[in-house]
């Protein structure tokens, strides 16, 4: 399928990069590696060669340096000429994936049908737990670095608890009506999460409304550069929301899938019969900690004496600029201490199915990002998206710290604890 996107943009948008270097320090894989090629500036020209020709598709090394990016964009962060990174780089791993061979974009498809499909994530964390990994062979497929070694795939056991009912009735009187996102990842690894993130909504007065069917927001797809999946996704989930009428929100307590659904207003700019219905739906969405910092937390809150530090999932941090409001809320317990992460806005390496694509990078920033959190003397590690728990937990396995979600903490701090019951 051919790339199709607006050059003159494009040219644009690449050309707003001054080439100051400021972004280097933020950059995880400069950081780590210290090559200009590595860095997003260095990324920025080779886009740039590639869009005017210079530079061949099919060239292994180009394909190399722009897979070996995390797309944490805290190079964005960091830009004071306001450059569209994530556009940039969404354009060329489009391309790039034109340009792989058959078999590696093949099994990379897969993966992420598999991945963002409930019932198949389900078979496919099963097999691996029987085989005690993803065989070689396959996972060598997935890989931007032929030189590379395979990471085992290591994901948290599937969480069976039951289903929230389609409405969760707020405690005292109503002051908001939410849905919420179930989402792929979320609802089979980390359902408890999702339970977690219903309670504290109702705990401080919102009517909770769940969608049953609803499927993927196609954030793995656009990060990965399946555009096209993107898309169709996407309007299946705005489809599936659709008959909520009157929401005063949609809550999303994963970092990436909130990024990619407000992103929608910019994906579907170009579809007639969803630009409309993509921005509408973009300005309802808001993570559970953006949400409730901004409503303002009402729910009484009992002591939890412990010491914890908060590391800012990159989709959370840089692409939606949410850093303080999950503080925030934590910071309200009784006799919690939130103890600074040295990089917390640093990636951990997980980004998306990145710790299988590029697997030796991906466990350099596990490390940094393991030994950043053991010089804290935190008990208990924070942040807000699947990724980010499931890599961070895997690196900490010798050591006993948990990770959680901040709804886990906020829920665990409740008094009293909110009883689902299906509203008539």
């Known amino acids: ?181 179930s989402g792929c990842v979320m609802r089979v690894l980390y359902s408890d999460v999702n339970a977690d993130t219903a309670a504290i909504l109702a705990a401080n007065g919102c009517q909770v409304l769940v969608n049953q069917t609803q499927g993927c927001c196609g954030a793995l797809h656009n990060h990965n550069g399946y555009r096209s999946e993107a898309k169709s996704l996407a309007k299946k989930l705005i489809d599936a929301f659709s008959p909520f009428d009157g929401l005063d929100a949609i809550i999303i307590n994963s970092a990436g899938c909130g990024s990619s659904m407000k992103d929608y207003v910019h994906l579907l700019a170009d579809d007639p019969a969803y630009a409309k219905k993509a921005a509408a739906f973009s300005l309802l969405c808001k993570d559970v900690s953006e949400y409730l910092d901004n409503i303002g937390w009402i729910a009484p809150l009992k002591a939890l004496p412990i010491k914890m530090t908060y590391h800012d999932a990159c989709h959370l941090g840089h692409a939606q600029g949410i850093t303080e409001a999950p503080r925030r809320l934590l910071s309200l317990i009784p006799e919690l201490k939130l103890l600074s992460l040295p990089e917390s806005d640093v990636c951990c390496g997980s980004a998306g199915i990145y710790n299988l694509t590029e697997p030796n990078m991906a466990r350099r920033l596990q490390k940094r990002k393991v030994d950043n959190i053991l010089s804290t003397g935190a008990s208990v590690v924070v942040t807000g998206n699947p990724g980010c728990l499931a890599w961070i937990a895997g690196g900490l396995t010798e050591h006993d710290i948990p990770v959680l979600h901040p709804a886990s903490v906020l829920r665990a701090s409740l008094t009293v604890d909110p009883l689902f019951s299906a509203e008539p």
Do not use: W
Not at 44 to 72: E, F, S, Y
């Open 1 to 181: 399928m051919t790339v199709k996107y607006d050059h003159a943009r494009y040219e644009a948008d690449l050309s707003n990069c001054v080439h100051c270097g400021l972004c280097l320090p933020a950059c995880p894989t400069y950081l780590e590696t210290g090559s200009e090629a590595d860095s997003p500036r260095g990324r920025i020209v080779m886009m740039k060669k590639l869009h005017t020709g210079a530079l061949d598709q099919n060239l292994p090394d180009l394909r190399r340096h722009l897979d070996r990016c995390l797309g944490c964009l805290a190079c964005e962060t960091a830009c004071p000429s306001a450059v569209h990174y994530r556009d940039l780089l969404d354009v060329a791993r489009e391309r790039m994936n034109e340009a792989r061979p058959f078999l590696q974009r093949t099994a990379r498809a897969s993966l992420l049908s598999s991945l963002t499909d409930a019932s198949k994530l389900k078979m496919l964390l099963k097999a691996s737990g029987v085989s005690g990994g993803m065989p070689v062979a396959v996972a060598k497929l997935l890989m931007g670095d032929p030189s590379d070694n395979p990471s085992p795939l290591s994901l948290p056991k599937v969480t069976e608890i039951a289903a929230l009912p389609s409405v969760i009735k707020p405690v005292g009187a109503r002051r908001m009506r939410v849905g919420m996102l």
